[in-house]
Structure formats: structure tokens, C-alpha cells
């Protein structure tokens, strides 16, 4: 069981380029999350989703975009990278029950130079 | 909104047991977890708590005070394994599951 599948695992990007982050589950997940992860930040939501054809900004959702047009995968798209954007960036999901965790994947380290 | 506050490093011993705190102010609460997160890794669950009280397993145990706005993650018999960040993070009432991390709490473990 795979659970939650992140990729690519690492990037390093120009400023200004593009690009999509894959989240798949196979957990059969109502809700999924991007977080971004910054030394001395925590986890912070950037976009979530609470089914199919549905998303939400999260916290800091400035310079991200997001499509969940099958249930199990979620996309992240940076339009124009910034050097701001530079962060360790993990999908998460979870069923729908108020008790249930959230599972990750193991990251995306993205470099922007 | 919320915010939530945990320590930023603690060193122990192996075999000794150390707590880490961590207190919480929300508009709406409907839960405590705890991760733990190794170095370059995910985080993965460890407890869950949403009535007051302690929640035990195995080496780990967990406590919530919903009325102090309050929770500890208790780690016993530490291995050098647990050496990693732990990570405290608040559900809200909100649709979607959300969750608030805190800053983490990364706990060194000294032979």
C-alpha cells in the first residue's frame, strides 16, 4: 500500500519558470492538503480540497494554484517561481471522520534560484 | 484564528523520559495530534486527543486539557530513535479537516 505518493522528490527551478507538484493517494481520501515546510515555520496550508472538483486556500495560498479533478491525486502549480518559494512541500490526506489523521508523503524539496 | 506554541529543541538522556508541552489558543477546537517527523522524512501520527485526559501508547502517552488550552506528549524510556520533531497541531470546527501546526519541538537524545 503506497498511501500517499509525492512527485518529483526534489527540483531546483529559475525564477519565473513553472511548474506542477503530483500528490496521488490510493487510500480512497475525501480531503487532501499542500503544506509548506520552512525552518523555524512549522507547517503552514497553502490550498486544500474536500472532494473531487473542489479546493481551498489554506493559509499562505499567495503564488500557488491547485486542481483535484480526480479524487485521488491533487496538483500544485507555481506559475512564476520566486526565490520566497524555496520550502520543502508535503501533500497530505485524510478520510472524513472527525478522529481521523492526516497522512503524508515524504516531500518535495524545491530550490529556487 | 489560532496560535500554538511548543519549545524549539530539548536534549535528554536515553532511557530517561522527557515531556514536551504545548499550548494552544483557538476560535474553535475540535482536537489535539501529535507527529513525529525524523530529520529529511514525513510526519507521521502519533496520538490524537479530543476529550481531557491521558492517552497511552506503548512508550508514548499524551494529555489534553481542553480548559487550559493545554497538551504534553510524554516519551518514556527513550531509545536514540526518537531523537526527531515533534510536531503538536489543532483541528478546527471548520469543514475540511484543517489542521494548525506549531513550530515543532526537535528533541536530541544523548547517550
Known amino acids: 500500500n503506497a498511501g500517499v505518493t509525492q512527485t518529483p522528490k526534489f527540483r531546483v527551478l529559475k525564477t519565473g519558470q513553472s511548474m506542477t507538484l503530483l500528490c496521488a493517494q490510493d487510500m480512497n481520501h475525501e480531503y487532501m492538503y499542500w503544506y509548506r515546510q520552512d525552518p523555524g515555520m512549522g507547517l503552514r496550508l497553502i490550498h486544500y480540497?474536500?472532494?473531487?472538483?473542489?479546493?481551498a486556500k489554506g493559509e499562505v495560498p499567495d503564488g500557488y494554484n491547485v486542481s483535484r479533478l480526480k479524487k485521488q491525486n491533487f496538483l500544485l502549480g507555481l506559475e512564476s517561481a520566486a526565490p520566497s518559494q524555496t520550502s520543502v512541500y508535503f501533500c497530505?490526506?485524510?478520510?472524513?471522520?472527525?478522529?481521523?489523521?492526516?497522512?503524508f508523503g515524504d516531500g518535495t524539496r524545491l530550490s529556487i534560484l | 484564528g489560532q496560535n500554538i506554541d511548543q519549545p524549539t529543541e530539548m536534549t535528554a538522556t536515553e532511557g530517561a523520559i522527557v515531556q514536551i508541552n504545548c499550548t494552544y489558543q483557538?476560535?474553535?477546537?475540535?482536537?489535539l495530534f501529535w507527529y513525529q517527523q525524523h530529520a529529511g522524512e514525513a510526519p507521521t501520527f502519533l496520538s490524537y486527543n479530543v476529550l481531557d485526559g491521558l492517552e497511552e501508547k506503548g512508550r508514548f502517552s499524551s494529555f489534553l486539557s481542553r480548559s487550559k488550552g493545554y497538551s504534553y506528549l510524554l516519551l518514556k524510556e527513550l531509545q536514540m530513535k526518537d531523537s526527531a520533531s515533534y510536531l503538536c497541531a489543532v483541528r478546527g470546527i471548520a469543514a475540511g479537516n484543517k489542521l494548525t501546526f506549531g513550530g515543532g519541538t526537535r528533541v536530541l537524545v544523548k547517550p
Open positions: 497530505a490526506s485524510s478520510g472524513e471522520d472527525w478522529g481521523q489523521p492526516q497522512h
Open positions: 480540497s474536500v472532494g473531487e472538483g473542489t479546493t
Open positions: 483557538t476560535s474553535g477546537f475540535n482536537g
